[in-house]
């Protein structure tokens, strides 16, 4: 098994930056794709963006290109989500998610693991 423990969220004015730290304990090895998806208020959750073990070839969904960075440090198990040029339209529960797959895919429902999601929000 493998927990996924969030941090990092909160309330900030639009134009600003926050940074998501997600920290992975248990089977950690088991966790070679990690990646972060969102989900604002009676939305489905949708990908944001992942990382493989290598730290490249790293995929965003278009909204956040150019504005967030994803990245990793597996000698500490965590993935970090830098988020600049925030949007009132990132306003959304950020969930790290954890996966086995060699590949990246960014459908929610093929990650197995899971954490409890982090706030933020974005004021206009």
């Known amino acids: 098994q493998v927990q996924l423990l969030e941090s990092g969220g909160g309330l900030v004015q639009a134009g600003g930056s926050l940074r998501l730290s997600c920290t992975a304990s248990?089977?950690?090895?088991?966790?070679?794709?990690m990646c972060w998806f969102r989900q604002a208020s009676g939305t489905e959750r949708d990908f944001v963006a992942a990382i493989p073990w290598s730290g490249d070839d790293t995929v965003y969904t278009d909204s956040v290109k150019g504005r967030f960075t994803i990245s990793r440090d597996n000698a500490k198990n965590t993935v970090y989500l830098q988020m600049n040029s925030l949007k009132p339209e990132d306003t959304a529960v950020y969930y790290c998610a954890a996966s086995t797959f060699r590949l990246i895919i960014t459908a929610a429902s093929t990650y197995p693991y899971w954490g409890q999601g982090t706030q933020v929000t974005v004021s206009s």
């Open positions: 248990g089977r950690t090895s088991s966790t070679y794709v």
